[in-house]
T-cell receptor, first 111, second 114 residues
Framework: QKEVEQNSGPLSVPEGAIASLNCTYS??????FFWYRQYSGKSPELIMFIYSNGDKEDGRFTAQLNKASQYVSLLIRDSQPSDSATYLC???????????FGSGTRLQVQP | EADIYQTPRYLVIGTGKKITLECSQTMGHDKMYWYQQDPGMELHLIHYSYGVNSTEKGDLSSESTVSRIRTEHFPLTLESARPSHTSQYLC?????????????FGPGTRLTVL
C-alpha cells in the first residue's frame, strides 16, 4: 500500500465550479500536510499546508484535514482554466527527513 | 530575491559521460533535497542533506552521489551516465527552524542520456 494515495484523475470541472481533490495517508504519525501544484514540464509549487484538524483557507483555496480518518483535501473555489495542473499531496512527520508525495491528481478546468 | 537555482536546465549527453547537476539556494535554508521525476509520474527522493557535511540516500536507489560543502550548494554527480538516468531532476530546500518543513523547488534539470 502506498503511503500517500491520490486519485490520478483527470478530474474535469467547468469554469467557476468548485474542484475537490482528495488524499489519504497511511502513517498515523504524520503531522504536516502540503498541497503542491505542478504544471506540465514545470517544478512543483507550494499552494498551502495544514497541520491542525479542520479547515484552512487561503484565497480561493481551502485545505481540510481529518487526522482520525487520515484524510486531507483541497478545495478550489471559482475554478479557472489556469488552475488546470497536477495537484500533489505531500505528508511529513517527525520521524522522516523529507516529504512523502502522492502521485498527484490531474485537474482539468473546462472554459 | 531569495530563490533556488538549478543549472543546466536541459542537458543532452552521451552514455558514459560524467555529469554534475548544480543546485544553489539563497533562502538561508539548511535542508536540501534531490528528487527524480519521470514525465507524468510521482516524485522520488534520491538524496537529502540536513546541513554541511551531512548527506543521506533517499527512498529511490540511485547511482548518483551528492556533496554538501557549503550550506547554499548541493550538487549531484553521475560518474557514468546511462540511458536509464534520463529523467527530470528536481532540487528542493526547506528550513529546519520550527515550522512544518515546507519545501521549495528549483526549476529542475531535464537530463537526456543517449
Amino acid at each position: 500500500q502506498k503511503e500517500v494515495e491520490q486519485n490520478s484523475g483527470p478530474l474535469s470541472v467547468p469554469e467557476g465550479a468548485i474542484a475537490s481533490l482528495n488524499c489519504t495517508y497511511s502513517d498515523r504519525g504524520s503531522q504536516s500536510f502540503f498541497w503542491y501544484r505542478q504544471y506540465s514540464g514545470k517544478s512543483p509549487e507550494l499552494i498551502m499546508f495544514i497541520y491542525s484538524n479542520g479547515d484552512k483557507e487561503d484565497g480561493r483555496f481551502t485545505a481540510q484535514l481529518n487526522k482520525a480518518s487520515q484524510y486531507v483535501s483541497l478545495l478550489i473555489r471559482d475554478s479557472q482554466p489556469s488552475d488546470s495542473a497536477t495537484y500533489l499531496c505531500a505528508v511529513s512527520d517527525t520521524g522522516r527527513r523529507a516529504l512523502t508525495f502522492g502521485s498527484g491528481t490531474r485537474l482539468q478546468v473546462q472554459p | 530575491e531569495a530563490d533556488i537555482y538549478q543549472t543546466p536546465r536541459y542537458l543532452v549527453i552521451g552514455t558514459g559521460k560524467k555529469i554534475t547537476l548544480e543546485c544553489s539556494q539563497t533562502m538561508g535554508h539548511d535542508k536540501m533535497y534531490w528528487y527524480q521525476q519521470d514525465p507524468g509520474m510521482e516524485l522520488h527522493l534520491i538524496h537529502y542533506s540536513y546541513g554541511v557535511n551531512s548527506t543521506e540516500k533517499g527512498d529511490l536507489s540511485s547511482e548518483s552521489t551528492v556533496s554538501r560543502i557549503r550550506t547554499e550548494h548541493f550538487p549531484l554527480t553521475l560518474e557514468s551516465a546511462r540511458p536509464s538516468h534520463t529523467s527530470q531532476y528536481l532540487c528542493a530546500s526547506s528550513s529546519r527552524a520550527g515550522g512544518p518543513n515546507e519545501q521549495f523547488f528549483g526549476p529542475g534539470t531535464r537530463l537526456t542520456v543517449l
